[in-house]
């Protein structure tokens, strides 16, 4: 299953196609769990994850402050909390914790909340985007 689809575009293309990256590998880790892929598979995702998400977060913030998005401030607290979510899923990982368990927490935690905030926080960004 694709979590991605064009009702998730905001219209600034190279977010677009970063948030498509970020839910193509949280769904790559779902499925990577779904069929008990070994640590090797889960942990590449997870790398992959944690560092296209600080570059993500760190370009889209810099977005927020330069148009002077309203909700530039509680976006970032919103990437706090989820690169926190992030580490907590990666130690559960780490600690060999029941995959079953640790899916149901990226399902909720990582996709889902991803699509809603993409749809609640960023999408405001657009119409501080000066027209061309």
């Known amino acids: 299953m694709r979590t991605w689809n064009d009702s998730l575009k ?3 293309p190279l977010l677009d196609c970063q948030h498509e990256q970020l839910l193509d590998q949280m769904d790559q880790l779902l499925t ?3 069929n008990h892929k070994g640590d090797q598979e889960i942990r ?3 790398g992959f ?3 296209y998400t600080n570059n993500h977060f760190n370009y889209e913030e810099s977005c927020m402050n330069n148009y002077k998005c309203p ?3 509680d976006n970032k607290k919103a ?3 989820f690169l926190t979510t992030l580490q907590d899923i990666n130690s559960k990982i780490d600690q060999k914790q029941p995959l079953e368990l640790i899916r149901v927490q990226v399902k909720r935690e990582l996709v889902d909340w991803f699509v809603n905030h993409i749809k609640n926080i960023d999408t405001q960004l657009k119409s501080y985007i000066p027209k061309k």
């Open 10 to 12: 905001i219209g600034i």
């Open 32 to 34: 990577a769990m779904d």
């Open 44 to 46: 590449g995702i997870m």
């Open 49 to 51: 994850l944690k560092m």
């Open 71 to 73: 909700v530039a401030c």
């Open 79 to 81: 990437h706090t909390n």
